[in-house]
């Protein structure tokens, strides 16, 4: 089992930044990657970013150039900065771990409880 505990959500206004923190714990040598997600009202949970084990980073379009994605393995924290932020931007962000368990390193996806992120204009 993976434990995830998100923070750093808060209100900004348009083109400010944020910086969101996921704590890991528990079994994480079993996860192979970290990612960001977010659910905007009334919408489906959309992916923001991921960084692999090896530092592989990938981003969605409307976030790339904006949101940067990293790791801190001293920590067992993954971050997400994110910069010149906009009204779209506006949601619950979640993180997820990746692990691969069992001898067939099957995947089994672990979630935050999701931190509030509002971009006012």
């Known amino acids: 089992q993976v434990q995830l505990v998100e923070s750093g959500g808060g209100l900004v206004q348009v083109g400010g930044s944020l910086r969101l923190s996921c704590a890991a714990s528990g079994s994480i040598f079993s996860i192979n990657a970290m990612a960001w997600y977010r659910q905007a009202p009334g919408k489906q949970r959309e992916w923001v970013a991921t960084i692999t084990n090896s530092g592989s980073t990938n981003y969605a379009d409307s976030v790339k150039g904006r949101f940067t994605i990293s790791r801190d393995n001293a920590k067992n924290t993954v971050y997400l900065q994110m910069n010149s932020l906009k009204p779209d931007d506006t949601g619950v962000y979640y993180c997820?771990?990746?692990?691969?368990?069992?001898?067939?390193?099957?995947?089994?996806?672990?979630w935050g409880q999701g931190t509030q992120v509002t971009v006012s204009s």
């Open positions: 997820n771990a990746d692990t691969r368990q069992g001898y067939y390193r099957t995947r089994f996806d672990y």
